[in-house]
Each structure stands twice: as C-alpha cells, then as structure tokens.
C-alpha cells in the first residue's frame, strides 16, 4: 500500500517561498504518509526553480512532474516541452504505483473549446495582448498543439488499456466543461479568459477508456468538489496564488482590514501589514497545503 499526493499550481517564485515553506509542505506529506509525489504543473515561472524544488522534494518523498504553462514559457522547442531530459519528468509517460495501477502524467493544452468569442482571430489577439502564455514560443497553433498531444495521450492510453491497467491520470488544464465557470453581469468580461483552460476533446477522450480511474488538474486557480464523470472522479483542487488562498482571505477577514472583500485590493493591504501576514502565514500555510492536495491510496 502506498499513497500519492498531487499538487498543482504551487507558483513557488510567485508565493515567495525559500525552503521553510516547501519544509512545512513536506512535513504535511509525511504526516500524510505520502509515498509519491506528483507535482501537475505551474511549479514556477523559472525551470531552474521548478527543478531545485523537484530536487528539494525529492530528498523526502519519491517526485515526479509534469509541467503547466507558466514552466514553457521557459523552455524552447516543442520536442523539449514534450520530453525534458529528467528522471523525474513524466509527461507523456507512466509509473507503475502497484501491479495493477499506474500514474499517467499529461501536460495538455486548449483548443478554446470553452470560449465565449465568436472568433479565433479574436482568441488569438486577446492572447496575444493579456494572457500569460503570449509568453511560450510554440511551433504550431494552440488547437494543433492540443490535438497533437491528444493523439499521442491516445496511443499510451490504448496500450495500458490492452495491458489491463488501471490508470491515474494527472494533467494541467481542464479536460471538462463542468470545472469552466461562466460569469454573469460585470464579471462576464473574464469568460474571455476560459478559452485558455483546456480542452473538452481531452474529457472525451478520457471517457472512451473506462480504465482512467481518477484525473487530477489544476490550472483554474479554482478549488472543485470531487466529481464523478461517467467512470472516472476529477479533482480539482489548485495551490493558486498567496492573494487567492483561503488563508489570505481570513487573515483580511479577522484583522477587518477589507470592509467588503475585493479581490483587487487583496495585494496592496497586505503588502501594508506585510509583517503580520507573515507571521499569520507561517501558522496557518500547512492548513492551506492541506487543502490544495489529492490523495489517492493505491
Ligand atoms: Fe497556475
Ligand atoms: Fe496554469
């Protein structure tokens, strides 16, 4: 028996964190008698961050990864993103994590299938203006780079399915439109934004192969229930940001530092009481670490 813990979107260069913070998130895997650990992408802006922290886990707990969009747009040629020379690197590969169940690691990509806007010229210029991601050079258009990556997540899934394996699978973005959350009234305007977190041809290809027994993703910055799909239970809950944390929300909340809560502000108030939210921070990180992790007994 063993158990695996899957962690997205922990943006370490963005959350500020040295080696007491991913300290105190080894200490919580160990409680958790965690025996693996698979970090689902958006690890850091910086490969070289991302792989120190791999490296850091590592000495613990037995790490794998796959990258999300915030480590491509530091990395060069379609062939490295796919394969980075790694040991702990599982895109597009599996491990074993018993004899009859494996963890299948799939970066992913979009197609804009869950966009709002009419048009992919449209798509493109709004990318090409905002969005993180105008950031990683990519050989081919985002739909193409999508559907590459989904013929080939198609051929491993059909071998493991011939070879009678139960499958785990972990990817970044959102292989369904139930996790797309579409606004209403003056928020409407971010619908925009949803053309960029996944693709629904990824969740149906996942629901032809009845042996993917759990997908966890991440990428929304949104924390999800577990829900069941046809066979398979998604998960979906990411690290996300130090202003989007639960944490950070109830340390505004106790010190009444917001009279109605606005996202906007989060990060100019705390930057004024820096000191205590630090303190706050250091006693009340674990709680939030614990709940931004799947586990998954195996
Ligand atoms: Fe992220
Ligand atoms: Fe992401």
Redo the contacts with the bound molecule.
């Keep these: 028996m063993g158990r695996l813990a899957i962690i997205?979107?922990l943006?370490v260069d963005i959350n500020h964190f040295t080696e007491i913070e991913l300290q105190q998130l080894v200490d919580v895997l160990l409680a958790e008698h965690v025996t693996h650990l698979h970090l689902a992408?958006?690890t850091a802006n910086r490969l070289e961050t991302c792989q120190k922290v791999i490296q850091f886990f590592s000495g613990s707990i037995p790490t794998t990864f796959i990258f999300?969009?915030?480590e491509l747009a530091d990395v060069t040629g379609e062939a490295m993103m796919a394969h980075f020379p790694d040991d702990h690197f599982l895109n597009e590969r599996f491990v074993p994590l018993n004899e009859k169940k494996v963890l299948l690691g799939f970066t992913g990509w979009y197609d804009y299938s869950y966009s709002t806007m009419k048009t992919t010229e449209e798509i493109v210029r709004l990318k090409n203006l905002y969005w993180y991601d105008r950031l990683i050079d990519r050989e081919f258009s985002d739909p193409e780079v999508n559907q590459l990556g989904i013929l080939r997540l198609e051929k491993i899934l059909k071998d493991l399915e011939e070879k009678e394996l139960k499958v785990v699978l972990a990817t970044h973005f959102v292989p369904k439109k139930e996790f797309i959350v579409y606004q209403t009234g003056k928020y409407q305007r971010w619908n925009q934004l949803n053309a960029f977190l996944g693709s629904e041809e990824l969740g149906q290809l996942i629901d032809r192969f009845p042996n993917v027994e759990r997908v966890v993703f991440?990428?929304t910055?949104r924390k999800f229930e577990d829900t069941k799909l046809q066979q398979t239970i998604y998960s979906c809950r990411?690290f996300?940001y130090f202003y989007e944390w639960q944490l950070t929300r109830r340390f505004i909340q106790e010190n009444q530092l917001m009279e109605s809560f606005q996202m906007a502000k989060i990060r100019s108030i705390l930057k004024t009481h820096q000191e205590a939210f630090d303190e706050y921070k250091k006693s009340h990180l674990k709680q939030e670490f614990q709940s931004s992790m799947t586990l998954i007994d195996y």
């Design positions: 997205s979107d943006h992408g958006d999300g969009n915030h991440g990428h910055h990411p996300g």
